[in-house]
T-cell receptor, first 114, second 115 residues
Framework: DGGITQSPKYLFRKEGQNVTLSCEQN?????MYWYRQDPGQGLRLIYY???????QKGDIAEGYSVSREKKESFPLTVTSAQKNPTAFYLC?????????????FGPGTRLLVL | AQSVTQLGSHVSVSEGALVLLRCNYS??????LFWYVQYPNQGLQLLLK??????LVKGINGFEAEFKKSETSFHLTKPSAHMSDAAEYFC?????????????FGTGTRLTIIP
């Protein structure tokens, strides 16, 4: 089954804890993105990666970290420095060639603070 | 900086009526423009996109949008609303940031269909 998978669907974080959200794709896309969605604010870019072993900060990177060791995977860690982590997190990918302007989205992970 | 404005955070229409969701953008260069739909607790699904070919773009589920450069608009329409159209809709513009394309999103419009 092709596409983008995000796990878990729901994630609970205790205060002071780091948690990692998974994003995996088998579309052979080079670029991957992480967005945060809050009610009434649309989507805001956290980090993105154009190629393996390289990534850039987006508009709201503080309190987050990423890695891109494999083309298929782009995990996002929400650190204890992120004081308001409750949100819906979306991963997206973008390929090269025809349709290279289009981002495709995973099903999302909802992070809640205990 | 690029930006997207979606007029109306909530829109209600009767089943069978015209759906019109408004989107205006700012861009100093020819943009790529997108409409995405999101159902509750799901990811975003591409409805349609404008990539500098035809100005009237047809998408899935009977939606279409028209790119009007003079008005910097890309409004989404559907002639007859269906109950299954109830969802949140996002307009987005693609921008270039030091050679890397980025998407800038509007704040979304929640569409409610009245039976």
């Amino acid at each position: 089954d092709g596409g983008i998978t995000q796990s878990p669907k729901y994630l609970f974080r205790k205060e002071g804890q780091n948690v990692t959200l998974s994003c995996e794709q088998n579309l052979n896309h080079d670029a991957m993105y992480w967005y945060r969605q809050d009610p009434g604010q649309g989507l805001r870019l956290i980090y993105y990666s154009q190629i393996v072993n390289d990534f850039q900060k987006g508009d709201i990177a503080e309190g987050y970290s990423v890695s891109r060791e494999k083309k298929e995977s782009f995990p996002l860690t929400v650190t204890s420095a992120q004081k308001n982590p409750t949100a819906f997190y979306l991963c997206a990918t973008k390929g090269a060639g025809k349709g290279r302007e289009t981002q495709y989205f995973g099903p999302g992970t909802r992070l809640l603070v205990l | 900086a690029q930006s997207v404005t979606q007029l109306g955070s909530h829109v209600s229409v009767s089943e069978g009526a015209l759906v019109l969701l408004r989107c205006n953008y700012s861009s100093s260069v020819p943009p790529y423009l997108f409409w995405y739909v999101q159902y509750p607790n799901q990811g975003l699904q591409l409805l349609l996109k404008y990539t500098s070919a035809a100005t009237l773009v047809k998408g899935i589920n009977g939606f279409e949008a028209e790119f009007k450069k003079s008005e910097t608009s890309f409004h989404l329409t559907k002639p007859s609303a269906h109950m299954s159209d109830a969802a949140e809709y996002f307009c987005a513009v693609s921008t270039r940031d030091f050679g890397n394309e980025k998407l800038t999103f509007g704040t979304g419009t929640r569409l409610t269909i009245i039976p």
